[in-house]
């Protein structure tokens, strides 16, 4: 008797919850992914509740009787030239930090999957004119180029991540489209074919869920290299304005401080580091924990 299509949908998710429970076993076998994964889950905790841990008025406030005071049971970060409080500027300075990592990344995966998808599976003359377009914008910088977008449409975090997003998509389009060419010629894809099955299905349920993998290791290991760019044109001014707090811009304003007051520099300086070694933690054990020729 064959199976209904409520049977083979059953078999399909209790598979799936077996790919994931495996998957997690190996990711929790990877002590140091587990400890990223600690910390970068405090650096989440304290940016979804910001204001509960320090109120955002004393990010931006000044206070001139207060400036440039080291750490202190009151100020346990110090304060930076105009007064205002380095620990909430940290803490507020996360929700922005964060965001911008993890939104470029977010859109940078969704508009470079769905075209390396369709280059991958189309081929082509679509897929020739795609990849010369990305040939041409890998040839710049990728600082210089966001440096150019941001300059010419204005400084502010919407331009930012529109920047960061236009650098980034050219990489995830031909990661994604060369995963996608090797998928196309597997036999469930044939199947789907044969199946009368349309090309839009065929990419949304047949190859697009079995690119997750890679897909999810490359985004995972990018967020970190989105937030270093996004600090980075911070610190020259060309990214988050001031007086709302971002990690990047903090470095830039203690740049004339370093010497005598190194705390300016080193906490912001440290919440970057951190966090971006934790991220690439992270990358680091999804990708062992996804590799199939480690599951033997």
């Known amino acids: 008797?064959?199976?209904?299509?409520?049977?083979?949908?059953?078999?399909?998710?209790?598979?799936?919850?077996?790919?994931?429970?495996?998957?997690?076993?190996?990711?929790?076998?990877?002590?140091?992914?587990?400890?990223?994964?600690?910390?970068?889950?405090?650096?989440?905790?304290?940016?979804?509740?910001?204001?509960?841990?320090?109120?955002?008025?004393?990010?931006?406030?000044?206070?001139?009787?207060?400036?440039?005071?080291?750490p202190s049971a009151e100020h346990i970060f110090g304060t930076d030239k105009y007064g205002r409080d380095v620990f909430a500027r940290i803490i507020h300075g996360s929700r922005r930090s964060l965001s911008l990592g993890v939104g470029t990344t977010l859109l940078s995966v969704c508009i470079g999957g769905l075209i390396g998808a369709c280059c991958g599976?189309?081929?082509?003359?679509?897929?020739?004119?795609?990849?010369?377009?990305?040939?041409?914008?890998?040839?710049?910088?990728?600082l210089l180029f966001a440096l150019a977008v941001v300059a010419a449409l204005g400084a502010s975090m919407l331009n930012l991540i529109l920047a960061i997003t236009i650098i980034s998509v050219p990489s995830y389009i031909r990661i994604i489209r060369s995963v996608i060419i090797s998928i196309v010629e597997q036999d469930y894809?044939?199947?789907?074919?044969?199946?009368?099955?349309?090309?839009?299905?065929?990419?949304?349920?047949?190859?697009?869920?079995?690119?997750?993998?890679?897909i999810i290791v490359q985004a995972s290991m990018n967020v970190a290299s989105m937030m270093l760019?996004?600090?980075?044109?911070?610190?020259?001014?060309?990214?988050?304005?001031?007086?709302?707090?971002?990690?990047?811009?903090?470095l830039n304003e203690a740049r004339d401080f370093m010497t005598n007051q190194p705390y300016l520099l080193l906490f912001p300086g440290a919440a970057i580091s951190l966090s971006a070694l934790c991220l690439n933690l992270v990358g680091d054990g999804l990708r062992d924990a996804l590799d199939p020729r480690l599951k033997a």
């Open 229 to 250: 760019t996004a600090a980075g044109l911070s610190f020259i001014g060309m990214g988050v304005q001031q007086p709302a707090p971002e990690w990047g811009a903090m």
């Open 121 to 142: 599976f189309y081929g082509g003359k679509f897929d020739t004119v795609v990849m010369r377009i990305c040939d041409i914008i890998m040839c710049i910088p990728a």
């Open 189 to 214: 894809i044939y199947a789907a074919r044969l199946c009368g099955s349309s090309n839009r299905s065929i990419i949304f349920h047949h190859v697009l869920p079995n690119a997750m993998g890679p």
């Open 1 to 70: 008797m064959k199976d209904t299509n409520k049977e083979r949908l059953a078999r399909k998710r209790r598979r799936r919850r077996e790919h994931a429970r495996e998957t997690f076993r190996l990711f929790r076998k990877n002590k140091a992914a587990m400890f990223g994964c600690a910390v970068l889950l405090i650096f989440i905790l304290a940016a979804i509740f910001a204001d509960v841990i320090v109120p955002y008025e004393e990010a931006i406030s000044q206070n001139s009787s207060v400036r440039l005071s080291g």
